[in-house]
T-cell receptor, first 116, second 120 residues
Framework: AQSVAQPEDQVNVAEGNPLTVKCTYSVSGNPYLFWYVQYPNRGLQFLLKYITGDNLVKGSYGFEAEFNKSQTSFHLKKPSALVSDSALYFCAVRDHASGGSYIPTFGRGTSLIVHP | SAVISQKPSRDICQRGTSLTIQCQVDSQVTMMFWYRQQPGQSLTLIATANQGSEATYESGFVIDKFPISRPNLTFSTLTVSNMSPEDSSIYLC?????????????????FGPGTRLTVL
């Protein structure tokens, strides 16, 4: 079975400060991990993914995420937040194990609010 | 990447009627999915639309209520039948896996802009 948790419903950060949106996962095999962003009244946009290789993944709009196998985490980060980063962020996981689902499981979402 | 369009973008419908949502992908994809999302909340998978075969529905969703078509590798429709106010939601189409690759490929899922449905 695969599952993903986003422990924070909302994250507040001041513009220019670093931001972190947390995600932890559970799979029986190796994970494929994804981050998506959803702006108001829009569909989900792909930000970045971890499949294999370097634990630090860089994505769109200056975002990056670090895969930590020992902590089963894939936190989303950005060094300097912008007001325009305010949106809903979703983490997703797929289990790469034999017999694992080919459909990712999405977290419940974290609302990021960046204050001017 | 894939660009996905949905029609209509929004609609207001009367109880008891049906609405068909269209999803068009700009490239051939193996898998297409339909999700439901309450505003500001997470996604609930309705079904996987398989080309050339019947859709695979998740628990709590049935074909009579949400019939799906997948006539080719770039297009799918979802019908919300006999609507009630509880069906008011955002319906998202998603696609992943380039045509010819196995379903276990790690290709990213891409999403359409969504259809905002209000049932009165």
């Amino acid at each position: 079975a695969q599952s993903v948790a986003q422990p924070e419903d909302q994250v507040n950060v001041a513009e220019g400060n670093p931001l972190t949106v947390k995600c932890t996962y559970s799979v029986s095999g190796n994970p494929y991990l994804f981050w998506y962003v959803q702006y108001p009244n829009r569909g989900l946009q792909f930000l970045l993914k971890y499949i294999t290789g370097d634990n630090l993944v860089k994505g769109s709009y200056g975002f990056e995420a670090e895969f930590n196998k020992s902590q089963t985490s894939f936190h989303l980060k950005k060094p300097s937040a912008l007001v325009s980063d305010s949106a809903l962020y979703f983490c997703a996981v797929r289990d790469h194990a034999s017999g694992g689902s080919y459909i990712p499981t999405f977290g419940r979402g974290t609302s990021l609010i960046v204050h001017p | 990447s894939a660009v996905i369009s949905q029609k209509p973008s929004r609609d207001i419908c009367q109880r008891g009627t049906s609405l068909t949502i269209q999803c068009q992908v700009d490239s051939q994809v193996t898998m297409m999915f339909w999700y439901r999302q309450q505003p500001g909340q997470s996604l609930t998978l309705i079904a996987t639309a398989n080309q050339g075969s019947e859709a695979t529905y998740e628990s709590g969703f049935v074909i009579d209520k949400f019939p799906i078509s997948r006539p080719n590798l770039t297009f799918s429709t979802l019908t919300v039948s006999n609507m009630s106010p509880e069906d008011s939601s955002i319906y998202l189409c998603s696609a992943g896996g380039s045509s010819g690759r196995g379903i276990r490929s790690p290709d990213t899922q891409y999403f359409g802009p969504g259809t905002r449905l209000t049932v009165l």
